[in-house]
């Protein structure tokens, strides 16, 4: 900003076709921990990973700013999606200077070219210690976990707290379970406790803080001890992360991750959703 | 710019919380927290590393945390440059802001192992491993990179062309 000028790498680019629909309680979280396991933690090292197709219609801002956001876990520059009707519909709400609209080139070249089914994603979860180890939930087996951490950068948005709120409304966590919920900036804290999420939130048993990184980098408020096991959804689950380097953190949604809350162990919402 | 040196070989995804955990960043001391660099995936690091060593790493070095602390514990630690397979994105750039040089080189990683003495020419990119008899070609990076990396940074860059003004 003082000189005006700044350096840049220009990245090149790779290039993701969605397509169908995703399944019920599949959102961008498991949608980007299925394409990081499939071209792994540096499969889009210092590139620019785009996501286009006939899918993205079903998929809302918060699932792309979570996509967007965990790009980095594939070792991208950044993520980014065409502007679309939904993203018109946001920034009409938001914008307050007049906006232009970018689109990548007709002739553009791609280094690379995938193509995603969502209707084909399951409920993803990253096992430790790399975001691109990642199972299935089906494939998960029984994994008892002693804390859960809802929120940050990655999965603390308003539409993550309406999806808990959710699956936890009426229920209450499992014995011994740490359930720790963290609305990502103060506007969605508000929108939290408005709707009367927060109040479902602590009924169940949780912890609600004011915004902050907290335990997603073992700063505060839930660092794990020897041996302890989280589902967070944060971005990334490397040795230590969170804690005591003998700790495992496993990666998933918000709806894997409350509905784990209340089973005590990594499970599929549709689990608690049929009573378990 | 050249430099003498031991190496310290690691894997592939190095990442910035193993080159300096959350639980040091209370500091923003440069001391402190080369005292505490690679502890969680080399005990011993801080002890071994002397002024001008390298860390030679495999692909996506540094990733993670946007965290400027992991150069810095480096640098203070002593090492002259990182070699590696390929740097994170993010790591990339801190490292360039703050000064410490960087290489790619895929013969180098290949072939270097942890304690070979290196003698490494920066601005050119080439990279001779004394114990091994061998040497490997990096693409240098671009001038007025090196010159932000030789004045300290960008910041101290800006600093320098505005008191120069």
Redesign the interface.
Known sequence: M??GTC?M?V?SAIRFSLTGKPQKWVGGKDIILYIIGMIG??GA??QSMEFIGEGIKHLSMDDRFTMANMT??A???NGIFPVDDVTVRYIKQRAAKEYAVYKADEDAEYRNSYHIDLSAIRPTVALPH?PENIRAIDEIGDIRIDQVVIGSCTNGRTEDMRITAQILKGRKTAKGMRLIIIPATQNIYLTALKEGWIETFIRAGAVVSTPTCGPC???HMGILAKGEKTVATTN?N????MGH?ESEIYLASPAVAAATAIAGRIVNPEDVEGGL | MKIRGTAFKYGDNVDTDVIIPARHLNSSDHEELSKHCMEDIDKCFSDKVKEGDFIVAGSNFGCGSSREHAPIAIKAAGISCVIAYSFARIFYRNAINIGLPILECKEAVKNIDYGDELAVDISEGIIKNITKSQTYYACPLPRFIQEMISAGGLVNRIKTKFNSK
Do not use: I, N
């Open positions: 003082v000189s350096w790498k990245p933690v540096d090292c210092y980095v876990e070792g991208a520059k790399l980098l073992g700063g990334r490397f040795v230590g992360r380097p």
